[in-house]
């Protein structure tokens, strides 16, 4: 693996960015406003997520103004949680913090979270108590997605409001990049590591400009992902559900048989059918649960990487072509 050269002093800043163009020159004011009165020596990576619109040319004219920050370019759309671990994987800081680039986490909130990392802490969780500007249907399935997280698959630590804004010490950003897995919830993964966590509330404030790229077919997978990468309590509920059904059928058979016995044979063919249905639908479902869990086992067995880069983009680097 490759070694990053890292500053003890330095506070780096990753931001995933896809088609946020409207929004890298105003947060980037923020972020200086913030951390240059603080005097907190910082640096900010933000990782574009192969966006389609002007983005890249934005983050080209940030790095032209300022030698602070960095981007990378990924060669697709792999997703958020993908590019936030590139830009850990590319953290030079003694702390990173993870900032979404669409100006709804307050910059001046990191403030606080490095006060608590100063005080000892290996994780900092920015934990949402107001979620302004978002519709019944996100705040349902966030409420869903981290009490089965908590509740179901068994990781405690999990915010119950959510946290995707949040700061690493160094030693859990290097351990974060000694995992290779391709399709777990990257917030799970810190949260099961352990370390030593504290927990800042904040408010989450409504999106300024554009739409949130958080499309349902996304929250979904990583509603599955991170069921099956961190429990086998799916394949626990077919064993249970496999043994249930083989009762009812032996009662049930054993009720058909004393019935023919007794001169009372079982009619119909609409009870047969239904429990035919029913039988066909849970074996379906759980050919369905096992897919899951191979089709996860076969991509990791590859060993792909998580990412592909396709362009680096530092002031650093510009100056080494035009010299």
Known sequence: MQRIQTDDFL?????PAYNESE????????????????????EWIVV???????TPAALRQLIGRDARVRGVRLSRNF?????????????????????AADLQDPPEAVLTLLAEWRAGAHVVWAVRAAR?????STKLFARLYYAIMRQVVGIKEMPEQGAD??????????????????NASLLALITWMGFRQAFVGYAKQARRHGRSKWTLEKKLKLAIDSVTSFSYLPIRIMSVAGFM???LGFVYAAVVIANVVAGRPVEGWSSLMVVVLT?????????GTLGEYLWRALDESRRRPRYVIEEMLSAELDADRHG
């Open 11 to 15: 506070l780096t800043i990753v931001s």
């Open 23 to 42: 929004n890298l020159l105003a947060l980037h004011e923020q972020l200086k406003s913030t951390f240059d009165s603080a005097e907190v020596q910082w």
């Open 48 to 54: 574009d997520d192969h966006s389609t619109d002007s």
């Open 79 to 99: 997703g958020s949680h993908a590019a936030i671990a590139c830009g850990l994987h590319h953290a030079r800081g003694a702390c990173a913090a993870v900032l």
């Open 132 to 136: 302004e500007g978002e519709g019944f």
């Open 165 to 182: 804004f949040f700061l690493l010490d160094r030693r859990v950003i290097d351990s974060v990049r000694e995992f290779p897995e391709s």
């Open 245 to 247: 059904a083989a009762v």
């Open 279 to 287: 039988m066909s639908g849970v074996q379906m479902l759980m050919l």
